[in-house]
């Protein structure tokens, strides 16, 4: 079964693209990795939270040291990037988490995506 990690499913966007993975495709685990900040609520998919395909991580990907380990529990076959700082007005009051997870959280995604698929 492939095995596919959507970040930031507790939020706007995502929320409704692991509902659409979750019903569209029984043959793929859905894992939902979220971090649950103000912005993320589970009530979002409380519809879908028991399905067999579904699992939900609570985590951050600000962490490096996690990320690396969750990829390399799951060996992930492919990963939909959504967790993100998204909302305009904390930007101007808050810009380092922005800096955190937008980039910092990306590129730690990236490198742990590497390092299983790469070996690097
Ligand atoms: N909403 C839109 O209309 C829209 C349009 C185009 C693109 N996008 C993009 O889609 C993405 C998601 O947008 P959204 O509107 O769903 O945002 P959102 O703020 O509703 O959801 C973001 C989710 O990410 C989670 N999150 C935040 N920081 C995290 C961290 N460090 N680790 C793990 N999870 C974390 C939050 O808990 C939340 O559930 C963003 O990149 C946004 O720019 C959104």
């Not at 939020?11 to 939902?32: C, E, K, T």
């Amino acid at each position: 079964m492939k095995k596919i990690l959507i970040t930031g499913g507790a939020g706007f966007i995502g929320s409704h693209v692991v509902r659409l993975f979750v019903q569209q495709y029984p043959q793929y685990h859905i894992y939902n990795l979220d971090a649950l900040t103000y912005a993320g609520n589970l009530e979002n998919l409380t519809d879908i939270e028991n399905e067999p395909n579904y699992t939900f991580i609570k985590g951050d990907i600000v962490s490096e040291e996690a990320m690396n380990k969750l990829f390399a529990k799951h060996q992930f076959d492919s990963v939909i990037h959504l967790a993100a700082e998204s909302h305009v007005d904390r930007s101007i009051s808050d810009p380092l988490s922005f800096i955190r997870t937008n980039i910092l959280g990306t590129v730690n995604l990236l490198n742990a995506a590497k390092s299983i698929w790469h070996g690097n």
